[in-house]
């Protein structure tokens, strides 16, 4: 069966300080990786996708940047971190093309202060 | 034309009784319409998901309703207990992407009373 980790699971960071979450997927090849980012009592967000090595797409402007440099493993990346990059950050996976359903993660709560 | 609208916002339902949410989305290229429920804390699960050529699917409490000629489906979970409030988050998919993106609903926060 198919599992997804992300960590870590909280986060507190001062401001202007760098940030590197990962996701990582078990039990599948060649998925499509989300980050999505959800404030607090808000909906969700879609930040990036990849439909594969290497391969990002950018949602929305912002200061965080993606990477994913295995199959099965997506990175979520930032080289200064502001305040309102506070929030719970979740990666999702998918295998498009076989079935649609997509799955979450458990988040990582990420505080910025 | 990408949006999926989601109401109410919040809901409050006695033990026992029928929680109804709904969703309404413009695109006709959607082909696939799944619903999470989200505990505090935790990453969405998914709970039941629709296909546009039925108009009904039930997995034991929990019933999706859809409307094809009028773009709306409807979530409904009959005999609600307390363990069901969490949040409530319908979502579309535009059936040809590879990208498998969903369209998410802005929530609904679900709160049963005992």
């Known amino acids: 069966s198919q599992t997804i980790h992300q960590w870590p699971a909280t986060l507190v960071q001062p401001v202007g300080s760098p940030l590197s979450l990962e996701c990582t997927v078990e039990?599948?090849?060649?998925?499509?990786l989300y980050w999505y980012r959800q404030a607090a009592g808000r909906g969700l967000q879609l930040l990036f996708y990849?439909?594969?090595?290497?391969?990002i797409s950018s949602e929305v402007p912002q200061n965080l940047s993606a990477s994913r440099p295995q199959d099965r493993q997506f990175i979520l990346s930032s080289k200064k971190l502001l305040l309102s990059d506070s929030g719970f950050y979740l990666c999702?996976?998918?295998?498009?093309?076989?079935?649609?359903?997509?799955?979450f993660g458990p988040g990582t709560r990420l505080t910025v202060l | 034309q990408q949006q999926v609208k989601q109401s109410p916002q919040s809901l409050i339902v006695q033990k026992g009784g029928i929680s109804i949410i709904n969703c309404a989305y413009e695109?006709?290229?959607?082909?696939?319409f799944p619903w999470y429920q989200q505990f505090p804390g935790k990453g969405p699960a998914l709970l039941i998901a629709?296909?546009?050529?039925?108009s009904e699917k039930k997995e034991g409490r929990f019933t999706i309703s859809f409307n094809k000629s009028a773009k709306q489906f409807s979530l409904h979970i009959m005999d609600s207990q307390p363990g069901d409030s969490a949040t409530y988050f319908c979502?579309?998919?535009?059936?040809?992407?590879?990208?498998?993106?969903?369209?998410f609903g802005q929530g609904t926060t679900l709160q049963v009373k005992p």
């Open positions: 999702a996976w998918s295998l498009s093309g076989v079935r649609p359903e997509q799955f």
């Open positions: 039990g599948t090849s060649n998925p499509n």
């Open positions: 990849s439909v594969g090595i290497g391969q």
């Open positions: 695109n006709t290229a959607f082909d696939y």
């Open positions: 629709i296909r546009p050529d039925v």
């Open positions: 979502a579309a998919r535009r059936g040809s992407s590879n990208t498998g993106k969903l369209i």
